[in-house]
């Protein structure tokens, strides 16, 4: 990798970003695949994030932004057009700069879940129990009814919050069955999208249900692989099938670097 | 070198980019030196230019700018503070983020000729002869007066230019005798900073009067080795001393490397 006066940029922008991985992972892509491009690490904070952005898309080599937190509610006014996922989530993690000059808006958090899922058994049909509406679980629970999940349980101590993101996905997919609060039922899919896991005394977010060596579990709590959360611990006593929050940032890669790549192919 | 989320950013900002040498060689410099760092270049054209400052300068792990063709005037806003020779000049080429996040505004365009030429030759009390009053005819005369020129003679088209140059460099450099218009006296050093010897069939910028061993010959055009300017040509059938643009740009870097430097030291 060398950069020189016609290397394309891309940022990652967020706060704080000295953990982000992208630059290193991205930057690898790019050269991988012959591709003259970068991508550099933006950190901006919430009250300059809106100055930083308009910045980076005034530059005429800038191809492409993620986003991280705490922005990417804010990120959504740049986006001209808004895929459904992102829509539907309220909040994007990508924009791409299209052959016009416009720009379009993703959303690629669920999709590291249900890609990394799918490589384990397939999400058609299946009954998920989903603990957390926030960015996450919106995201996560937005792509698992696109891949065909057959009814998706929400459980979030925040009422208006489940019931918001359960119209949603309703309206963008009347056939899956989307309800709110756990009743108990069986789930084939039980995903963690809260924080509860993030401290080292967390318990489970929630009754999980029976869980069995067919049953799925994911979680998007990223812990020391010597540390999982009590979900992760209860899957694998159970022999169940789990995806671990490091296995959901991986699946995002090929996504990302397609959506990328698509731009250069310049549909 | 492997851009991370740590990594610390620095632009050169123009219009093209294509061409610039600076990312690939002030990232092997911050390499070379253990700094996680890179330089990308940064197209924006003059609509774009206020824009894509304030983006830049918003970015919290961003350090410093380059500034190229033909943003080096417009550039002066952003530094809360500018060296002598910039205010001279009327314009800078870096901009470096301080400790207390304030921006200095520096100009090393005339920097670049005169370390390049001490290398061979002293400075001090040396009388001068330079055609072309624009940017880098400014930023060499500065440079030059501070180094100890005794005397400098300013030959430009556009009298009016060469009077404010000559009024700046005099209020700055009292000790310098700074004059306009060439009366054929005897020169130590002739510099063209005109554009005259870009097209291949120009010829001398003027008169540059008696050259011998002993004279300091510059220009600053960047021609191929192969097809030097008539000046450059001139200078060699008489065995005197050669700086060459390809010099100049050469003898910046380390000025420039050693400007972002002090910074990390928190000088």
Same sequence: chains 1, 2.
Avoid at 3 to 23: C, E, H, K, M, W
Avoid at 207 to 222: E, K, N, R
Avoid at 227 to 233: I, K, Q, S
Wanted: include cysteine.
């Amino acid at each position: 990798m060398n950069i020189d006066g016609a290397t394309r940029l891309y940022a990652i922008i967020g706060d704080p970003v000295v953990q982000v991985r992208s630059p290193s992972v991205y930057t690898a892509h790019f050269a991988r695949n012959g591709i003259n491009a970068v991508m550099v690490a933006a950190q901006a904070s919430p009250a300059a994030f809106d100055t930083a952005m308009r910045g980076l898309i005034a530059l005429g080599n800038l191809d492409g932004v993620l986003i991280t937190s705490p922005h990417k509610v804010a990120a959504m006014t740049f986006a001209d057009r808004l895929s459904t996922r992102a829509q539907i989530v309220g909040a994007i993690n990508a924009l791409r700069r299209e052959a016009d000059g416009s720009w379009t808006g993703d959303m690629f958090d669920g999709v590291g879940f249900v890609s990394a899922a799918q490589k384990v058994t397939s999400i058609d049909a299946k009954r998920v129990l989903l603990f957390g509406c926030g960015g996450a679980g919106a995201a996560i629970a937005a792509e698992l009814a696109a891949q065909g999940a057959c009814s998706i349980t929400l459980v979030d101590p925040d009422a208006h919050r489940a019931n918001a993101l359960r119209d949603a996905l309703t309206r963008h997919f009347p056939a899956c069955d989307v309800n709110v609060g756990n009743r108990g039922a069986a789930y084939d899919v039980v995903v963690n999208a809260s924080i509860v896991g993030m401290k080292d005394d967390d318990g489970l977010p929630g009754d999980p249900g029976a869980i069995g060596a067919q049953s799925l579990i994911g979680d998007v709590v990223l812990r020391p692989p010597a540390t999982p959360t009590a979900l992760v611990r209860l899957a694998r006593e159970h022999g169940a099938q789990v995806v671990t929050g490091q296995d959901m940032h991986a699946g995002q890669v090929d996504a990302i670097a397609g959506f990328f790549d698509r731009q250069k192919g310049g549909q």
